[in-house]
């Protein structure tokens, strides 16, 4: 099993930018296709971005493409997330998780993730 946790949020105003960090530790990190999911107050927990286990391949929520960015360093056992251009409604716990099953692009299905950091929260003022 792998470890997760997520770093990097904070209060920030509209229209800034944050970096949020996911470090892994345990299994070999490579071995996972990996993603973020996202929770804002009184929601359901829901997907932003995922990304294959070399990186080659990306997906975006709706929501978010444009304005985020995922990537990793395998060197580093650490995911990434670039968050542009923040709203108001990117307010939310942010997680990342590994992909257990399911097809990379194809779920958003919580059930299809684990390994669940403890999560890092995003605020964003206007």
């Known amino acids: 099993q792998v470890q997760l946790v997520e770093s990097g949020g904070g209060l920030v105003q509209a229209g800034g930018s944050l970096r949020l960090s996911c470090a892994a530790s345990?299994?070999?990190?490579?071995?996972?296709?990996m993603a973020w999911f996202r929770q804002a107050p009184g929601k359901e927990r829901e997907f932003v971005a995922a990304?294959?286990?070399?990186?080659?391949?990306?997906y975006y929520s709706d929501s978010v493409k444009g304005r985020f960015a995922i990537s990793r360093d395998n060197a580093k056992n650490t995911l990434y997330l670039q968050i542009n251009s923040l709203k108001s409604e990117d307010t939310a716990v942010y997680y990342c998780?590994?992909?257990?099953?399911?097809?990379?692009?194809?779920?958003?299905?919580?059930?299809?993730?684990?390994?669940w950091g403890q999560g890092t929260q995003v605020t964003v003022s206007s």
């Open positions: 998780a590994v992909r257990l099953t399911g097809s990379l692009g194809t779920t958003t299905a919580l059930a299809d993730f684990g390994s």
């Open positions: 345990g299994r070999t990190f490579s071995f996972y296709d």
């Open positions: 990304i294959s286990r070399f990186g080659g391949n990306r």
